[in-house]
Every structure is written in structure tokens, then in C-alpha cells.
């Protein structure tokens, strides 16, 4: 459940094999190595040639007959990450820190693209990680490379010939796709990102001064502002001849602030600044202003009404909206979603079909860096199994064009667009980077509010709803549950057709079906609005971001939040004024 989160084919595992070998073979050559080397790349290079070429070719023996089964893909990814990080909460600093690591993982796949020992269930089995040595110590990579190569190697024989047994045993499968797609190997040899530099004693004291303004709301009696700067080099090899140099960077400052209202309900806001690095995050100013106006948001949402249960028209600010399309759309196109028998597969047979209003058209393009110059971290140029990245129409004009593809393919997509990603640790599969919504029935912003005023009247409500802020959500996509979304916004206002001023309420969560939800849309804003965040489901953590437009529904349900029954804190917070202490 990602949570704000296949008839016969002709085996190609021998001609990959053959030219995979024939590219490493190049790859080793004097003149490759001298356009541009790096121990930690030639360490890997030849570790992943000397194991491709030689795992499972031994031949059988007595103790072991399974001894002659060659991998047919192999694969080593390192993420070399500089880090620094700080963090202050209650106008002090509490961590100050700076960090290296090296993580590799190993993929590593059996029997042929057909059918591997990744099939079904058993995916994770093509990974297995290690962390590696921090310097350039060419032997002592080598040798926890080929540690974490020989751990996998059993881990794959051992999923492999569950995998053959359970394809005895089991019914034909719905889609009979391979379990993995024949792509052309790429080279790029990026500059290695540099070690992070940041000033941290004078960052210390600007993340200690945002979360220092919290004093002047008593009732916020938990805050945390935190400065996160990472410069990480990711490096890929493969036995297909695939050989990547990429440098990641990105800084960010998050800030979560929480209170508790009199009757329990725990209520919390939280922003975020990213860029691609510290020197880009806004300015001082412009970031207490926000932490400012955050604290003052909390303070209203402790005396602000409970909603009750909602079934009405509300419109979704373009920061709600791309949350909103992210959870309720977005996961529902990613690709492997469209195969298993466990798969709920929205989507899959609606190719050529309208799923959105007409004037609706949704692409996701992790190509992209900025959108009116916020940083988009759902940037990236190859994916986590070394595909260029490819940003992919999914829907033109309403109709449904295509799915976010890694390279596990499904009926009628067979190769991937570049969106195979993952964390470390876990198996790459097709997810969302930059989701990016685009509309041709534009409205300025004060017309979309009269018209959910009309609406609401046509319908006989006595408000509507309008959603400012949206902070996570989760979307159920296997068939064994309700095909449901659910996401958490922050900040909501009943909108009255009696002329009313709008009310801020609380505990609000909306809830629906896609299919339904999707259909609804009747109007968009003209300025679009960017999310940025991170995302987990099956593969892991990953960031992502989404742009939209406001958006007019016709009919939007919620429900309400947990109430909680923990009261507010019994003693006032200390340096509290004292008009708050006599009340």
C-alpha cells in the first residue's frame, strides 16, 4: 500500500550474456578507463565481470546440483552520500552533524528474462546490500563486493527454484509478461558530486531562530526545524555494459509544529524548503515569515470546529491538488500495478479511454528541475536500474496514453521509460518522480470560488469546501481491499452561500474511490502550485514531487479524523505570558 507513501517468449539470456561480455570486455580496455576513472568504478567494473563470468559455471557436484545455474543479469549500484545535518527545536540547537557513507547493492537475477527468481512475490530476492569501505581501498571494495555477490547468488538459487515450483503448481497467470525487459545498455560518466560544505555553526543559528519563533505561541508545545544538505554520487555497472557517473544534490529545511486542542485532537503543520543546494533555500526573512504565519495557523486550528462528515462540491488549492492527483491517480499508473493477482489494475484496461475530464492532460517528467523556479525533487537524469530518465505522457486530453514503467514489463509495455526507482536496499519498481497536471479550462482563482458557491447551492449544501493545505496520504491499490484513497489536509475552510466569512474547521480526512473522485473535476485554476515531498510504497522511500492547478469538484466526501481524548498539557509551557497563565 504505497503511502504523503505477462504467452511464451524466445529466451534472449544467451545473446545478453554474449554482449555483455563483449561490452565489459571494452569497458576494461585501457583506452575506456582513461577518459575517466575512479577506483571505487573500476573496483566495481571489474568485481561485476570476474563474478558474471564465473557464478554457476563451475559445474554440478553431488552436494550441490544446482551449482550450474549462471546469472544471466548482474548489476552492483553505489550511492556514496555526503550528509550534513542540523537540528534545533524549542529555540535551541539539539544535533549538529556531518556524515559519509557508501551503500552498494547487488541485483543479481537467474534463469532468463522469462521467468527469474524475482517472479510473483519474491522481487526483493535480485537484492542483496552491503555498506562499503569509505576510501579507495580497490582490494577492500573488491572484496565486500564479491561478499554481497556470493550472499546473493544463494539467496537467488534458493527464490529461483521456489519460483519453478510454484509455476507448476499454480493456474496461468493473467498477464504472462516477462519479469524483465531487454534494454540497451547506457554509459554516462558524470562528475562525482563534491563533499557537502556548509557553515553549520552559522546554520545552527538560523534553524535555532526559526524554531526560536515558536516561543511566541505557547500553545505549540512541540517544534523541530531541521537543515538536511546531501551530496550523493550514484554509480551503476551491469553485465549488459551499462556504466553511470550520476551526482545527486539536494538541501532542504523542514519545520513541524504541533498542538493539542482542548478536547484532545492533536493537530500539526509542517513546511518545507528545498533546493538543490543550502544557497538556494530561500532567504532568512521569507522563511520566518512562513514559520510565522505556520504558528499562527496552529494557534487557530486549536479553537476552530470539528467538521462533520461531508458529501459536496470543494475546491483543492494547487498545492492540495497535486497531493490529491499524487495519492488518488499517480500510484494507480505506476506499472507493475498493472499485473499480480493481488493488483487492483485501476487502470489497465482503460488505454485509450477517457479517465479524466477532456481538459485535463497528466505527464510525469523527472527530466525537470524547477517549475517557476521551485525546485522539483523528483528530479533525476537515470533511473535506479540505469535507464535514462523519459518524461511520459499518461494522459492527453482526458484519455489514458501510458504507465510509469521500470523494468518489470506488462501487457503491451514491454521496456522501460525510465522510471524504475527505488531505495537502497529494495528492488526497483515503477514509480512517479515529477507528476505534473496541466489543464485548458483555466479559471482566475476568485471565479473558481463563485462557482463552488453555485454549486453548492444547486446541491442544496450551505457550504462548501476549501481545501488550503494537504500534508499525506495513502492509496490502496490491491484488489484484497477497497479500491480507496485517503488523504490528511491541514488547513480547510467552510466556504457559506449566505455571504458568510469563511470558517476555519478541523479533523477533516477526504476519502473515495479513484474512478469516482476523477470524474468530478469541473474547472481548474490558472496558477499552478508545486508539492514537494517523499514517498514510500513497496520499493521504499523516494522523493517526488507534483505541480497542479486548483481544482473545482463537484462532490468531494470526508470524514472525520480520530478525535484523541489525551488532554492539553497540564502545566503552562515555561515563559509562557502570563495573561495565558491566568486563563
Known sequence: MPYCAVPAHRSFARPVFTAGLFVLAAMLAPTARAQQSTVLLDAMTTELHRAFTSL???????????????????SYSVADASLVSVRAQYGALVGSSESRIRTAD?????????????????????????????????????????????????????????????????AREEDSSPDFSKQAPQVAIGKPAPPVVVDRAAWGQRISALSRIFR?????????????????????????????????????VVVLAVTRADDGMDLFRDQTFEAETADGLPSQPAMEAAVNALGSSLEALRHAPVTQPFDGPAILSGRAAAVFFHEVLGHRLEGQRQRGDEEGQTFTKDIGKDVLPSFLSVADDPTRTTFNHSWLSGSYTYDDEGQKAQRVELIQDGVLKGFLMSRQPIASFSTSNGHGRAEVGRAPTGRQGNLIVTSTKTEP???????????????????????????????????????AFQVIPLVVYRVYVDGRPDELVRGVSIVGTPLAALKRILATGNKSEVFNGECGAESGTVPVSAVAPAMLLSEIETQRQPQGNARPPILPIPGAPAVKEAQ
Not at 554440478?60 to 548482474?74: H, S, V
Not at 444547486?458 to 479500491?483: C, M, N, W
Open 56 to 74: 554457476g559455471r563451475q559445474g554440478p557436484t553431488a552436494q550441490e546440483p544446482d551449482r550450474q545455474l549462471p546469472p544471466y543479469f548482474l
Open 106 to 170: 547487488v541485483q543479481l537475477r537467474l534463469g532468463a528474462p522469462e521467468l527469474d527468481n524475482t517472479h510473483g512475490d519474491h522481487r526483493e530476492s535480485a537484492v542483496n546490500t552491503i555498506q562499503l569501505p569509505l576510501t579507495d581501498d580497490h582490494e577492500a571494495i573488491a572484496r565486500s563486493l564479491w561478499l554481497a555477490t556470493n550472499t546473493g547468488y544463494g539467496n537467488a538459487i534458493d527464490n529461483y527454484l521456489r519460483v519453478k515450483t510454484e509455476a507448476q503448481v499454480r
Open 216 to 252: 511566541q505561541y505557547p500553545d505549540v508545545y512541540q517544534n523541530f526545524v531541521s537543515l538536511s544538505v546531501e551530496n550523493e554520487t550514484d554509480y551503476f555497472v551491469s553485465s549488459e555494459g551499462s556504466r553511470i557517473v550520476e551526482p545527486h544534490l539536494q538541501a532542504r
Open 445 to 483: 482563482e476568485a471565479d473558481l470560488r463563485n462557482q463552488l458557491i453555485e454549486e453548492a447551492k444547486k446541491q442544496g449544501k450551505p457550504y462548501g469546501l476549501y481545501f488550503e493545505d494537504i500534508s499525506s496520504g495513502f492509496a490502496v491499490t490491491t484488489r484484497s481491499s477497497p479500491q
